[in-house]
Every structure is written in structure tokens, then in C-alpha cells.
């Protein structure tokens, strides 16, 4: 059973395109994370949210919009899609609670590539 | 600003060696370190957690070592195998931004050459 997934795994379009990552957990975490890696291997934060609330925003351009239905789900919406927002994007969630206890657990990535 | 730093950024040895990943960070108030594993194309998988009250984690052939007042941990692998051939990153939570948020460092290369 996957623990965190994310569709799709792969993701090409054009520049000024807008596009959709989904990420859903099934391990009943209630804290769920973005993470965009660059082409330099460098893993950032992008979003959190904990029951379905924005709990982290770091400086990320506002053509990216999180979206949280429910606590299992987390997705990404990018508009007007840039060269430079070619990376990989890792999806993530934890167990809050516990403190400094607990680890994050990470999808699989999307690797997507803007033309 | 909180910030983390891996040294070496690539590292090969021949199997069976053992080995040792460094990691360094600003801040000295975190409440935890973890050391995460990542294959080509994949996800990350956690390796370690060293919570900020405790020294060192042991698991299998890993040991993870943490000095908060010099701001370092060490990665510590015996007897290394082909398998171990993968980029490790060390992942910091400071107390100024929350549990909640994990800082990472720019990873460490290992290949491991039968």
C-alpha cells in the first residue's frame, strides 16, 4: 500500500499553462507538506497544512495555491506556469501531536518540466 | 537565518569501508535532526531521528550522532554496501520556526563501488 502518492508522477506543459499536482495520504496523518526540489538538488518548503489549515507559507510566488479538501488530500495549483518552475515537487505528512517525535513521511515526487 | 550544511557534497568508497557523513547547523536550538535517504527519482525515506534531548540514534548498520552546542551530527556507516549508494540529507527542525518546518541540507552523494 503507498503510503503518500502523488499524481502525476511526470508533468510537461508549455509556459503560461496552468496545471494541478495531487497528493493524498493514507497513513490518517493530519499535517501535510509541499517541498519544491530544484535542479541543484535543494529541497525546499513550500506549504503546510494541519487539518485542512495553512499552517506554513513561505515566500512562494501567489500563481501557487495549496488546496486541502479534507485532511488526507493536499493539492497544488500552479498558474501561469514559469521556466523556472521546473523542479521536482515532493508531497509530505506527519502525525502532529507527538511533537519532536515524529517524521515526515514523503511521496514519490512530480517531476514536472515547464517548455 | 537557519541554515544547514553537508559535507562532502559527493563521496565514493569501495564496499565494505566504513563511512562518515557530516552535517552542520546555525542554530543551536532545535528540536530535532533527522538524516533522510534519497534514491535517484524518488522520494525521501527517513533514516534517523534525534530528538534535541538525546545524543545518538542506532539502526542496523547506521548511527547518527548529535552535538547541538557545535551545531553538528554525524551519519556513521559500517561496513558500507553497493546498496547504500543513494544521496543522504540532513533535515533540521529550529525552535525559531516550528517543529512544523524542516530545513535541509544540500545532501551528500554516496556511491559505493563493489
Not at chain 1, 503510503?3 to 490518517?28: F, H, R, W
Not at chain 1, 510566488?61 to 488530500?73: G, I, T, V, Y
Not at chain 2, 552542520?24 to 530535532?32: G, H, K, R
Request: glycine letters at 6%; aromatic letters at 10%.
Amino acid at each position: 500500500d503507498t503510503a503518500v502518492s502523488q499524481t502525476p508522477k511526470y508533468l510537461v506543459t508549455q509556459m503560461g499553462n496552468d496545471k494541478s499536482i495531487k497528493c493524498e495520504q493514507n497513513l490518517g496523518h493530519d499535517t501535510m507538506y509541499w517541498y519544491k526540489q530544484d535542479s541543484k538538488k535543494f529541497l525546499k518548503i513550500m506549504f503546510s497544512y494541519n487539518n485542512k489549515e495553512l499552517i506554513i507559507n513561505e515566500t512562494v510566488p501567489n500563481r501557487f495555491s495549496p488546496k486541502s479538501p479534507d485532511k488526507a488530500h493536499l493539492n497544488l495549483h500552479i498558474n501561469s506556469l514559469e521556466l523556472g518552475d521546473s523542479a521536482v515537487y515532493f508531497c509530505a505528512s506527519r502525525k502532529s501531536g507527538a511533537g519532536n517525535q515524529e517524521t515526515q513521511y514523503f511521496g514519490p515526487g512530480t517531476r514536472l518540466l515547464v517548455l | 537565518k537557519q541554515e544547514v550544511t553537508q559535507i562532502p557534497a559527493a563521496l565514493s568508497v569501495p564496499e565494505g569501508e566504513n563511512l562518515v557523513l557530516n552535517c552542520s547547523f546555525t542554530d543551536s536550538a532545535i528540536y530535532n535532526l533527522q538524516w533522510f535517504r534519497q534514491d535517484p527519482g524518488k522520494g525521501l525515506t527517513s533514516l534517523l531521528l534525534i530528538q534535541s534531548s538525546q545524543r545518538e540514534q542506532t539502526s542496523g548498520r547506521l548511527n547518527a550522532s548529535l552535538d547541538k552546542s557545535s551545531g553538528r551530527s554525524t551519519l556513521y556507516i559500517a561496513a558500507s554496501q553497493p546498496g547504500d549508494s543513494a544521496t543522504y540529507l540532513c533535515a533540521v527542525s529550529f525552535v525559531n520556526t516550528g517543529f512544523q518546518k524542516l530545513v535541509f541540507g544540500t545532501g551528500t552523494r554516496l556511491l559505493v563501488s563493489p
